[in-house]
């Protein structure tokens, strides 16, 4: 049997393959203070009860006859379409028909499945950092080249640093499609209307497509930064968003995401002949998934509801409020970073001009913390660290002062 060489030659996930093993080996030989974890990615919250009662009451209602539900619409239940159109959207001035949302059961599924609507010749840029799921689906489609030095040798990697104000330069023209995630993991900065504009812009110019990933949405605290891409004139006609429950609503462990491709949206074959991209998803759904469970969608539609509103929004408050302690004390320490307002990541430049692996481990040994070290996202992320705000607000506090005691001028 001939394998897909593209999957087999792969390099390893070395980051957090790494990071575990410095861990495991630092715990074994650990004396004195607990080790701090912020470099998790994941939510520590429980499900607020509300919408794990929802959850239950529709898991329930299977057992019964009248409530027993086979399986789902392909693209979602219109009773959840319907509450994202009208939440998400309508309250931000964007209309969408039901059907240009699709419901799935994570942005991670979607955003590593999308490129199988490009050819297997389009050209792709990504910032540097970056999230790598958009590279790693493009690299097991073959699109990307050779690995070679830290970096595919057909992809675009658009650097995003301090140098550039944390702001991606434009792809260069003949790129097909350009991956934005804002607010942004793992740099935790978003992107202003005006400054969003430009990608748009540039991708109507050169007939291109923007995949955006809006996962963390839901943290952004000032009104005038779009929650969407399709705030901003004529993105409908380039751009396709993944979002997701699991940041907004402690989704994580439930699984329940939404991607929209609005029906403007077309890609041409070699001859110049047009295509909805809208109708090639709804094509590719109908033969590789049966769809999202009822609960788990009952209970993505319950996040919308006032008492779900109101349970999210505390958590994410939570969250943020840990963001805050720890950049509070970054900015006493002099130690510059980006992010921790309007995202749950808090992004650094490491400190004494010490590369990101050797800011772990230095982190690692005088305040036993763990991080994560902004290389493992691009080459653009060495001299960069990350730090979430998932945690607890106990280790959050506890983290702030051991840093405060080994980094204080
Ligand atoms: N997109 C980004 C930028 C993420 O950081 C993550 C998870 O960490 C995801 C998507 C995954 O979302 P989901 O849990 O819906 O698969």
Redesign the pocket.
């Known amino acids: 049997m001939l394998i897909n060489t593209n999957i087999a030659r792969m390099p390893g996930s070395y980051l957090f393959q790494e990071i575990a093993n410095r861990l495991t080996k630092y715990e074994e030989n650990r004396v004195g203070r607990k080790l701090i974890r912020l470099g998790i ?2 939510v520590t919250m429980p499900l607020p009860k509300y919408i794990a009662e929802k959850f239950a009451e529709a898991a329930l209602n299977m057992s019964t006859k009248e409530g027993f539900k086979g399986y789902p619409p392909g693209s979602g239940y219109p009773f959840l379409i319907n509450k994202i159109i009208e939440h998400d959207y309508i309250t931000r001035g964007v209309k969408l028909s039901e059907d240009e949302v699709f419901i ?8 590593g499945a999308i490129q199988e609507l490009f050819s297997p010749s389009a050209k792709i840029a990504f910032t540097d950092p970056v ?1 790598p ?1 958009y590279v790693d689906s493009n690299a097991m489609a073959g699109r990307l080249g050779e690995y070679k030095n830290g970096q595919w040798q057909r992809a675009q990697y658009l650097p995003t640093t301090g140098e550039n104000g944390f702001v991606p330069p434009l792809p260069d023209n003949d790129v097909d499609v350009l991956y934005l ?1 804002y607010p ?3 740099t935790g900065t978003v992107l202003t209307r005006e400054q969003l504009k430009k990608y748009v812009d540039w991708a109507r110019e050169n007939d291109a497509i923007i995949v955006y ?1 809006a ?2 949405k839901a943290f952004i605290s000032d009104e005038n930064i779009p929650l969407s891409i399709y705030e901003v004139e004529g993105a409908k006609e380039v751009a396709i968003e ?6 907004t609503a402690g ?2 462990g439930v ?3 939404y991607t929209v491709i609005p029906k403007e949206i077309q890609g041409s074959d070699s001859e110049g002949n047009k295509y909805s991209l809208n109708k090639m998803w709804l094509r590719r759904l109908g033969s590789k998934s049966n769809g999202v469970s009822y609960p788990v969608q009952v209970a993505a539609a319950a996040t919308y509801d006032n008492e779900g509103k109101t349970a999210i929004n505390e958590t994410i408050g939570y969250y943020m409020e840990n963001a805050k302690i720890l950049g509070a004390v970054l900015a006493k320490c002099n130690i510059s970073f980006q992010g921790g307002i309007h995202a749950p990541y808090i992004w650094l430049k490491t400190p004494m001009s010490m590369d990101s692996w050797s800011f772990f481990d230095y982190l690692l040994h005088n305040c036993q913390i763990a991080g994560t070290p902004g290389v493992g996202f691009g080459p653009s992320g060495e001299g960069y660290f990350r730090l979430t705000a998932f945690g607890d607000r106990e280790n959050a506090v506890e983290a702030a002062s051991r840093i405060l005691e080994t980094f204080r001028g």
């Open positions: 990615g994941d799935s059961d994570g942005a991670k599924t979607d955003t999230y799921v995630c942004n993991n793992p990933d996962a963390y993944c979002c997701s429950f699991s940041k989704f994580t699984r329940c995401a």
